[in-house]
Structure formats: C-alpha cells, structure tokens
C-alpha cells in the first residue's frame, strides 16, 4: 500500500512564509479534502507536493523515496497533478489531451496500447467518451473539467492531487467528478483535493486537513475535523452557513 | 500529419523550386532549362550557377524560418511568436550590418553570414545569461522586445554612420533580405547550421506537445520544460541565424507557416514542426518566383515581398487568436 510523507514542507516566496513547517502523513485508500479560505496555502502545498516547487524546503517522502531527487518521468509515475488552471493552448482534440496524461510511458505522437487502454479507462470513469473526438474550446466548462480529470486519471497514478477539481462546476458535475475521485481512493490511491465546498468534504472524503494561514489548524475524519468552532474561525462565518 | 499531405507538401516545394529555374530575365525553355541544368549547355551557368542556389536558398531560408517559428510558438504557447519576438533576427542582423559597415565583407564572402550567425549565438547566450530557460512565456516575450528594439537601435545607429551611399545601400539591401546571387558556397556554410537547429528542435518536439497544458502541468505529466526550453531556443536560433545569414531579415514566414501547418496534424504543437518548414520553403521560394515576375523596373526585395503578403496575414491571425482556458 501506498503512503506519502509531508515533514516539515516551508515554502516562502519574497520574504512571505506561504506555507510553515506542514507535516503528515496518507496512506493508500485514503481520499484528503483539503480546506481552507483563500491563500491558506492549500495550492502552495500540492504544488509542492507534486514536485513543481524547487525552493519548498522540508522533505516528501513517497513509499521512502523523496520527491527531490525523482527524475521527472519517475515523479509523473507515481504523482498525478490536476493545477487550478487548466490551460489548453491549441485547439487540440479532448482525445489529446487526455493522451497527455501518459507522456511519462512514452511520447505523445506513439501512444502504446497499454496508455491506449488507460485513456479509454480514465474516459470511461469520467463519462467523457462521448465528446473525446472534439477539439478543446467546443466543450463547455463542465466537459474540458471532465477531460482534465481524465488526464489526471489517465495517468494511473498511486497519488492524485487536485487543486480545486469541482470549481465553477454545477452540481451535477461536481458530484460526478466528487464521485470519480472517491472511486479512485477506494481502489487504493491516495487523493488529495483542494476543496471549498465544505458540504462536498463531508460527504465524499474519508478525511479533513484545514489550513489556515500557511498552517494545519485541523486533521481528522470529515465530521471531527469539521466542527462548528472551527468554521467559525477558519473561515470566518457562521457555523451553519456551509 | 499522414502521408498525403506530407507528399502534397513536398510536392509543392519541388514545384516552387522547378519553377524557379525557369524563371529569369533569360528566356528558357523547359526542355532548355533541363538540359542545361543536368547537361552541358551554354545556358548552364545561368540555370545551375545563378538560378538553383537562388531558389535552393529561397527554399531553405524559408523552411528554417518555419521550423523557428513552430518551435517557439509551440514553446510560448502563443501563435504570434516567430524569431523576431525573442530578438535573435535583428541581433543577427545587426551582426552582419556591422561587418558591412566595417566592410569586412569585402575580405571574404562568408564574413557577413558567419557575423550573422556568431551574433545569433551571441544573442542567444545573452538570453540564457538573462535566465531564458527559467522565465515564464510572457518575460521571454518581454525581453525580446527589449532586445529587438536595442538591435534596432543599433541598426539605426549603423546607417546614420555610414561613411558613405554604397555601404549605405549594401546595409539597406540586406536589412531588406534578398536571395538574388547566392552561390552553392554561402548554401554550404548556412546549411549545416540549419540542420542542427532542425535536429533540436525536433528533440524538444514531445515536449512542446506537453506545454500544450501549461507548465505546471507539462512538468507534472513528466516534460523536463527546462532541457526542452534550452532546446526549443538554441534550435530556433540556429535556423534564424542561418537563415539571416543567408536571406537577409526576412519577416513574417514564421509566422503564418506553422499558422497554415497547424490544421494538418490536429494543432499538435510537436508535430507542426516539420509541416512548418515545407511550407515555409515553399511560401518564399514562390515569393521569390512572383517578384521576379512583376513588371517592374528594379526588381521588388524578397524581405519586402514577404511582409506585404505576411503582414496582413500576421494581423488577420492576431485578430481571430482566442486564448482557451476555463
């Protein structure tokens, strides 16, 4: 079984501690909502744990192995990133896109069957067969999210990190792709998501880390994590609200 | 891109080079040009002397500027990039605009296209000791203009010094771009130059694919987008250099080339690379068939017969370019 190891991971950019001295540890099956207002640090630290950062100080530690010192096609083999903005720069075909996903098995123009498989699969659980022949900009907003987590998916990684998946998404989709991602914990993955819908925390993830101020204020099960008190005071509403 | 349209490519090119021998203000046949183009005929030094390497440097200097252009736009995910956005076309201009000013080129023929291809080097180390690999797309834009705009300004400084109208209109005419009387010599010195950016960039060519998503996401799917920036720019520089070496500064192929190449491979950035270059060859070596052409009484530059057709097209583009993002 998977698990990942966050000890300690600072990152500061311009004299500004973004994220301080987090630490904790995941292990396979295991589905993280990560919650917490904006500039909490909650994209800092998938960033960070993704690889993508090169001044986060600290140490992540997947299965033993730091993510430092991962090649990058290694790292692409065992973490998946799906980032907060999901750039497509060319009409490119969902298809591609998707393909993308398994650039670490070999290079885009000569997909292998086994990546050919994986797209299919990744197209299958995110329902997104339908529309995979079509170019990027004639899919709307709930489509390209659905094609982006296929990539992600695509992957076939022990770790997925999502930087607020469900975003501008309506509540049909989000529970479509809330659902996708539970089912690849519950087949052993890690997933981590950046969440604010704290309703959607609740009900899909096995478990809750809040950040507030660069900081983990809270780390338990959905229910214990999320109390009243601490909506309260992370994000300053009543409790209530969400 | 299948093999239709590669051999549709190519064809056109052969086309375009085929009849460039046939044209000039020597009237030859057909039958005529073929002879004295494999043969021994009196018209042989007009056709295999003057008339080849004219089109073979039309051709090539408008492939290498395709091929630049595909990579870089690839690259900065932006369809309006081309070899003049990161300054390296005037930096190497201006490197041959100082060996005419000095007239080195008066020792020998290769000082002006090697002073074009030393600046480009130049001008591509000044962009790594800016930290080129490690800038974001729209920096990298940024310190091109920059840079463009200190060339020009050089360029500038050059022709208000010139000591007198001959090198003034030697500076003029390469600034213009031209491929009137090359010879296999100056194809020779350029070629190799070009291959090797070709090489390069092809390299980096799966990685451009990746950048497709941006460069947090190129770098988690496993792009190292720092080699396949090094790559992406020491390639494209290579082919500007040798292409200004060869043609002067000749605007705007790299931009609509892998403009009309894109539909063809699905608007795969890592694949337009090649397409770009044919079309590229074939856009100027038919530019340098046209202005031949035209009736009128000084024959028209390449350079200028390139920005009044790609200029338009550079602005048409720009107009309907819509960035995708959600």
Known sequence: MIDVSVEAVTVRRNGVTLIDAVSFKAHGGEFIGLVGPNGAGKTTLLRAMAGLDESAEGDIRIGGASVRWLAARDRARRIAYLAQAREVAWAITADAVVALGRFAYGAPSRLSSDSRIAVDRALAATGAHEFRERTMPTLSGGEQARIHLARALAAETPILLADEPTAALDPKHQRAIMSALRMKADAGAIVIAALHDLRAAQRYCTRVIAMNAGRVVADDTPERALTSSLVERVFDMPAGDH | ??????????????????????????????????????????????????????????????????????????????????????????????????????????????????????????????????????????????????????????????????????????????????????????????APFM?????????????????????????????????????????????????????????????????????LIGHDPGRAIIPAALIGGAMLTIADLVIRLLPFDQELKLGVAAALIGAPAFILIAARTERISS
């Not at chain 2, 494209?236 to 605007?251: D, R, S």
Request: glycine content about 10%; proline content about 5%.
């Open chain 2, 1 to 190: 891109m299948n093999t239709r349209s590669t051999l549709a490519l190519v064809a056109i090119s052969a086309i375009a080079v085929a009849s460039s021998l046939l044209t000039g203000p020597a009237p030859l046949s057909a039958p005529e040009a073929l002879a004295a183009l494999f043969g021994d005929a009196p018209a042989s030094i007009i056709v295999r002397d003057i008339r080849l390497p004219r089109a073979l440097a039309a051709w090539l200097a408008g492939a290498a500027l395709g091929a630049a252009g595909a990579a870089l736009q690839g690259l900065l995910r932006n369809p309006l990039a081309d070899p003049g956005v990161l300054g390296v076309s005037s930096i190497a201009a201006l490197g041959a605009v100082i060996a005419i000013y000095f007239n080195l080129a008066a020792a020998a023929f290769w000082v002006t296209p090697l002073a074009a291809i030393i600046a480009a080097f130049g001008a591509t180390a000044l962009l790594y000791a800016l930290g080129a690999g490690h800038l974001s797309a729209t920096r990298l834009i940024l310190v091109g203009v920059g840079l463009s705009s200190l060339a020009g300004a050089a360029i500038a400084l050059v022709m208000n010094l010139a000591p007198n109208p001959f090198i003034l209109s030697d500076l003029v005419n390469w600034l213009f771009g031209a491929v009137t009387n090359r010879s296999f010599a100056d194809l020779a010195l350029t």
């Open chain 2, 195 to 263: 291959a090797l950016g070709l090489a390069l960039t092809l390299i980096a060519a799966p990685g451009l694919t990746a950048l497709s998503l941006g460069e947090d996401t190129a770098a988690s799917v496993g792009a190292d987008i720092v080699r396949t920036r090094t790559l992406a720019i020491g390639g494209a520089a290579l082919l500007t250099g040798a292409a200004v070496a060869l043609a002067g500064a000749i605007g705007f192929v790299g931009v609509v080339a892998p403009h009309l190449a894109r539909p």
